[in-house]
C-alpha cells in the first residue's frame, strides 16, 4: 500500500540525534515518498505549516516526555495526520 500523493506530499521525521533520524529515514526510504527531517524539534511547527504532511515519526533520540509533548501538540494541530513514535524501549525520564 502506497501514499495517496493527492493528499499527501512529505512524510516528517522528528528527532533530535541526526543519526537516530537516519535510522528512521532509512526505514521508510521504501515508499517512495519525499521525507523532511527535522533536527531542531523546535521548528516542526514551521516545517508541518508548510507542508502537506502525511505522517510524521518521532524518533527514539529524545526524551520520552519530550517526544509524547510533540506527538500530542502533533494531533492536536494536524489530527488527521497519523503519528508513530519510536523507543528505545526503557526509562530514559
Known amino acids: ?8 506530499t512529505t512524510i516528517l521525521v522528528i528527532d533530535d540525534e541526526p543519526e537516530a533520524a537516519q535510522t528512521v529515514v532509512d526505514m521508510i526510504e521504501f515508499l517512495d515518498a519525499p521525507l523532511t527531517t527535522c533536527a531542531k524539534t523546535d521548528n516542526w511547527r514551521d516545517i508541518a505549516a508548510n507542508s502537506c504532511l502525511a505522517g510524521v515519526f518521532i524518533g527514539a533520540g529524545m526524551s520520552a516526555s ?13 489530527p488527521d495526520v497519523p503519528v508513530v513514535l519510536i523507543s528505545r524501549g526503557g526509562s530514559d525520564d
Not at 519530550?66 to 494536524?78: C, G, P
Request: hydrophobic share 40%.
Open 1 to 8: 500500500m502506497g501514499l495517496d500523493d493527492t493528499n499527501a
Open 66 to 78: 519530550k517526544a509524547d509533548q510533540i506527538a500530542a501538540d502533533v494531533q492536536q494541530s494536524h
